[in-house]
């Protein structure tokens, strides 16, 4: 019973992660992506903080300098965040949304495996098993059906990102390999800021996963991207707010699961919530997003999500 909740509490957040996602291209679309991304990193900061100080029982600064030179890769993550946010932005400009998105969960659950296997920073270790190679066959054959059906729908002049991109996505080996690296990397950083939230708190290590891209994305694409978007929004709405905080929310929830669910039955569980709520907005069109019907083969590729996130479970 208990790990069905977790399930369910792991599969919420992934569904807040796809309205977050969708919320923030339609602000990209406004300002650029990469300004939106600002937008939502400093306002999760803040939040973050926020919580900090009212529910974690906080390091104080010598604490935490301590706890950082006695395991200096904990502060990883957050260094390291920006940086990825800026090649995902940079690959889904030269490839598309959709090849992306296959290779960036390619690349997680495919180094989520070894990462479980080794018990990785110090936490619980899950052996690979018969089962959950078959759970990891079933979510990649998932993924590629999806990335097959989303292929076919999306418009050669699909923007969605804010970047002024245009014309038709083709595949590009070298930002595929940079997109598949950063899955297995961001694995990595879900890992290390699951044993920083152990060792400090929760919200606290939140905030250092999300704080450091606040400062180093502006500077990353100040040196990097051109400019793009006006950088004004035409007006504020309070559902502007909504990707700070769901993706607090998200990152908390994920230092809180990982260590209980592993990280292969956590991402995988996300991803899949993330793709039955992404058919929902693009049935519908929410938030701009251009409507999209669902066929047999977006059908077939959530039947084969849920099985991999069934069986990763099962086996954990």
């Keep these: 019973m208990i790990s069905v909740v ?54 104080s600064p010598a604490g935490l300098v301590t706890l950082f030179s006695k395991q200096p890769y904990l502060a990883i993550p957050g260094l390291v965040n920006g940086l990825l946010i800026l090649v995902i932005i940079q690959a889904t400009a030269a490839v598309g949304t959709t090849i992306t998105t296959a290779c960036l969960f ?115 694409s100040a040196a990097f991207v051109p400019p793009t978007g006006s950088g004004l929004l035409k007006s504020w709405q309070p559902l502007y707010l909504m990707p700070g905080i769901l993706n607090v929310l998200y990152i908390a929830g994920s230092v809180f699961l990982v260590p209980i669910l592993g990280v292969q039955t956590m991402t995988s569980t996300v991803f899949t919530a993330k793709v039955f709520t992404g058919l929902l907005i693009d049935r519908y069109g929410w938030f701009g997003v251009p409507q999209s019907p669902l066929t047999s083969l977006r059908l077939a590729a959530a039947f084969l999500l849920s099985l991999g996130v069934f069986l990763s479970s099962v086996f954990s």
């Design 6 to 59: 977790l399930l369910g509490l792991a599969a919420l957040l992934g569904a807040g992660s796809s309205f977050s996602g969708a919320i923030n291209s339609f602000i990209g679309r406004e300002i650029g992506f990469i300004r939106a991304t600002f937008l939502f990193l400093s306002l999760g900061s803040g939040l973050a903080w926020l919580l900090m100080l009212l529910f974690d029982e906080a390091l």
């Design 106 to 220: 390619s690349g997680q659950m495919s180094i989520s495996l070894w990462l479980d296997h080794i018990g990785f920073a110090g936490l619980r270790t899950i052996p690979i098993n018969p089962g959950r190679l078959v759970a990891l066959v079933a979510l990649l054959v998932g993924v590629v059906l999806l990335s097959g059906s989303r292929q076919r729908a999306e418009s050669p002049t699909t923007d969605v990102l804010g970047l002024g991109a245009t014309g038709s996505k083709r595949p590009n080996p070298l930002a595929m390999g940079g997109v598949l690296v950063v899955g297995g990397l961001l694995s990595g950083a879900n890992s290390l800021n699951a044993a920083l939230g152990q060792a400090a708190g929760v919200f606290t290590a939140t905030l250092f996963f999300l704080g450091p891209g606040v400062v180093l994305l502006p500077l990353l």
